[in-house]
C-alpha cells in the first residue's frame, strides 16, 4: 500500500484580545472586563496548539523519511549520509556499531554488495508516525527492494528514529525488526514473547535501586536514544558501571501504561510503549511514551534498543 499523502496544515493566526478597560475611564458606554478563562475553558484552545504541533512534527517526519529513501536510491554514500543523523545507529538482531560522523558512516557503506543481490531501487510500501514529541518522532516503515524488472526481492520493517538537530531534521536510529515475510503462528509467538520481555524489563524497572536485575532484562550490545544523546552499552557490565546505571533516580517506582507491537519482524519486534514514573506514595510524577525493539539474541529475549521522551 503506497503511504498516505501528507496533509497540509496551516495555521495562519489565533489572536486573542482581552478588553480589559476603557481607556476614557469613566465613560458610561465602557465595557465590564472579561471573567478570566478557567482551566477547563482555556484547554481546547491548548489542544488546538498542541495537534498543530504534532501535525508539524509528523510532516517533518515524513519528509525525513522520504528524504533517507531518495538519497538511497542515488547510490552515493555521501549523499545517504546526509539524510542521517549522527551519532547513528542501526540496532537490530546482527551485529551493529554506534558511528560518530557522516564521512565515517560513509566510507563504511558497501552499494555493490547491496547490487550484488539483483537489488535496482527500493520503495516505500507504508509507513506511520506513531510517535511525536518536540523534536523526536517514530516511523514504523515498510519498504522492499526490487530488481531491474520490478520483481519484489525482500521486504524490512523498520521503526526510523527521526530526530531534529538545529533546523534539520534527520534519522537518528534505525530499529532492524527485520524480514516483513513472517507466518502467522511466528509472528503470534514473537509478539507474546516480545510483550513478555517488556513486562520483565518493567517489573525490574519497578526498583530503581536494583541495576543488576534491570540490566539482565536487555540485549547487548544495548542503545538507548533519549535526551538528544544517542549512548551504545557493549555488555551489561558496561551498562551497570556506566552512566545510565549511575543515574540519580527522582522516583520510587515505574508502572507500565500499555505496551502495544507495532512491527513483527524476522529479526525482532517494535513495542510503543506508555509508562509513568511514580513517588513513594505511588503517585504519578511523570509519564512518557517510547518505543523498544526486542530481540531474540543467543536465546535470551530481552530489550535491545530503547527510543524515550523521557529525559
Not at 512534527?57 to 549523499?79: F, Q
Not at 554488495?113 to 508516525?129: E, K, L
Not at 527492494?145 to 534519522?171: C, F, L, P
Request: net charge negative; aromatic share 10%; hydrophobic share 40%.
Amino acid at each position: 500500500m503506497p503511504p498516505r499523502p501528507a496533509r497540509t496544515l496551516c495555521l495562519a493566526a489565533t489572536l486573542i484580545v482581552v478588553w480589559i478597560g476603557d481607556p476614557g475611564a469613566g465613560s458610561a458606554n465602557a465595557s465590564p472586563p472579561l471573567a478570566p478563562q478557567t482551566r477547563e475553558q482555556a484547554e481546547p484552545l491548548r489542544q488546538a496548539v498542541r495537534d498543530v504541533e504534532r501535525e508539524r512534527v509528523r510532516l517533518e517526519a515524513i519528509r525525513a523519511a522520504d528524504r533517507y529513501l531518495e538519497t538511497w536510491n542515488t547510490r552515493d554514500p555521501v549523499a545517504w549520509a546526509t539524510s542521517l543523523h549522527f551519532p547513528h545507529v542501526r540496532p537490530g538482531l546482527g551485529r551493529f556499531s554506534l558511528t560518530r560522523t557522516a564521512e565515517e558512516y560513509a566510507r563504511g557503506v558497501n552499494f555493490e554488495r547491496t547490487i550484488g543481490t539483483g537489488w535496482h531501487r527500493s520503495q516505500w510500501d507504508s509507513y506511520d508516525v506513531f510517535q511525536t514529541g518536540p523534536a523526536k518522532a517514530h516511523v514504523a516503515g515498510l519498504y522492499s527492494r526490487y530488481n531491474v524488472d520490478g520483481e519484489r526481492i525482500r521486504s524490512t520493517v523498520i521503526t526510523y528514529i527521526v530526530t531534529r538537530q538545529g533546523d534539520h531534521w534527520g534519522i537518528q536510529a534505525r530499529f532492524a525488526a527485520g524480514s516483513a515475510d513472517v507466518a502467522d503462528p511466528q509472528r503470534a509467538a514473537a509478539r507474546a514473547d516480545a510483550l513478555a520481555a517488556v513486562d520483565a524489563y518493567f517489573e525490574a524497572l519497578d526498583d530503581p535501586t536494583d541495576i543488576e536485575a534491570w540490566a539482565s532484562t536487555l540485549n547487548y550490545p544495548h542503545v538507548r536514544v533519549a535526551d538528544g544523546t544517542v549512548e551504545q552499552w557493549e555488555t551489561a557490565e558496561d551498562y551497570i558501571d556506566g552512566l545510565q546505571g549511575g543515574r540519580l533516580r527522582t522516583w520510587a517506582g515505574t508502572r507500565l501504561d500499555w505496551a502495544e507491537p507495532v512491527q513483527v519482524g524476522g529479526g525482532g519486534v517494535n513495542v510503543a510503549v506508555r509508562y509513568s514514573r511514580l513517588n513513594p506514595l505511588g503517585d504519578t510524577l511523570s509519564s512518557y511514551e517510547a518505543v523498544y525493539l526486542v530481540t531474540n539474541r543467543d536465546g535470551h529475549v530481552g530489550v535491545q534498543a530503547r527510543s524515550t521522551f523521557a529525559p
